[in-house]
Structures are given as C-alpha cells and as structure tokens.
C-alpha cells in the first residue's frame, strides 16, 4: 500500500533563514512525488514533481526538493524563507504502476516570523 | 475559466438528504480526481476517472458515494442519505493524463459541505 509521512505537523522558521519540510513515503513500485502547497481558503496549487532524473528539482517560487531513493525522502527546501511562503504544505505519491491516484500526507503547516 | 471549477462553494444540508457537487476539469484533461478533506487533514482519495470511466473508485467509504462523469468532461459526486461524518471540503482535480504518467494534476477550490 502506498502511504506517505510528515512527520512535523509545523515548523516555523524566521524570515530570511533555510528552511526544510521533510517527507518520506512508501510505494511497491517506482514512484512520482510532488509537493502541494494550500494557502488559507484557497485550493491546492501544484510546486514541483520528481519523476525521474536529477535527484534535485527545482520548482515554484524557489523552492526545491531532494529524492532520496534509499531513505524513500522527498524533502522541500527553500534557501531563504519569507514571510508570504506561511502556508499548509502537502507531499504526494503516486505508483507509477498503479494508476493516476494521488496519495497525500497529512501536511505541515510552515510559519514564517519576520 | 482557466482552472478547475467546483460548485456550489458551500452546501448546508440536513442529515439525511441527497446532494449533487460538481465539477468542471480544466478543458481537455482526460483525468480527474475527487478526493475529500477534513480538517487538520490531507487529502483523502475518492474516485479516479479516465475520460467517462471510473479507473479507481476505492476510495468511495460506502455505497452512499457515488460519482458520474458522463460525457468525460464535467463530474458530479453524488451523496446519498447524508450523515454529520460526511462534513468535510470535497475537492475535485484534473490532469492531462494517462494511467501512470507524472502529469500533476490542478486542483479546484472546493465544496464546503456541512450536514447538520
């Protein structure tokens, strides 16, 4: 079965500063990953995907995220937070052999004080 | 518009009734998703469609649930007999996908349903 674990329900940073927001998942198969992130009354918008390739992607708003396929981790980072990236973040999988169905962890609320 | 479009963006309903939620995808994608969302929580998957086919419908709770897509473009989720647990944000997505692509998929706004 495919699951997906966040295992910070939040983490708050101070604005200019690195921040990470884990993630590790399990899939039978080979997996695509992606991260979601949920803005207050908003839908969810789409960052970036890993599937296949360079282990690191870059995606929206110069965020990132590092697939590790030994440790099953797809972490999010971003080298300089802002105050305007204070959001819920999800992390996704889906099997690459099982179909479009998109598995997602239970988020992370990421805070950002100035 | 350009996105995924969901109405109504709330519903009130008493326990017991029947409510329709649609969905419009994004014109052209082939798959679309419902999945609901309670508070605190991820999004939980619903039913999977490919064109005018439920290619995954496993997340369906129970019989009371149940989804159309006849045309292979607008869906409508269907709740019968409704129950206080029903109570949650039902998000519908789209992709222009095949069964086992990377395609991510765009997310509507959501139906905030509350039986009470």
């Known amino acids: 079965a495919q699951s997906v674990a966040q295992p910070e329900d939040q983490v708050n940073v101070a604005e200019g500063n690195p921040l990470t927001v884990k993630c590790t998942y399990s899939?039978?198969?080979?997996?695509?990953l992606f991260w979601y992130v949920q803005y207050p009354n908003r839908g969810l918008q789409f960052l970036l995907k890993y599937i296949t390739g360079d282990n690191l992607v870059k995606g929206s708003y110069g965020f990132e995220a590092e697939f590790n396929k030994s440790q099953t981790s797809f972490h999010l980072k971003k080298p300089s937070a802002l105050v305007s990236d204070s959001a819920l973040y999800f992390c996704?999988?889906?099997?690459?052999?099982?179909?479009?169905?998109?598995?997602f962890g239970q988020g992370t609320e990421l805070s950002v004080k100035p | 518009g350009a996105g995924v479009s969901q109405t109504p963006s709330n519903k009130v309903t008493e326990k017991g009734k029947y409510v329709e939620l649609r969905c419009d995808p994004i014109?052209?994608?082939?798959?679309l998703y419902w999945y609901r969302q309670s508070l605190g929580q991820g999004p939980e998957f619903l039913i999977y469609f490919q064109g005018t086919g439920a290619a995954d419908d496993s997340g369906l709770p129970n019989d009371r649930f149940f989804a159309v897509r006849p045309e292979g473009s607008v869906s409508t989720l269907k709740i019968q007999r409704t129950e206080r647990g029903d109570s949650a944000v039902y998000l519908c997505?789209?992709?222009?996908?095949?069964?086992?692509?990377?395609?991510?998929?765009?997310f509507g706004q959501g139906t905030r349903l509350t039986v009470v």
């Open positions: 997505a789209s992709s222009f996908d095949r069964a086992g692509s990377g395609t991510e998929a765009f």
């Open positions: 899939v039978s198969g080979n997996p695509y």
């Open positions: 996704a999988v889906r099997d690459k052999n099982q179909g479009g169905k998109l598995i």
């Open positions: 014109s052209g994608h082939t798959a």
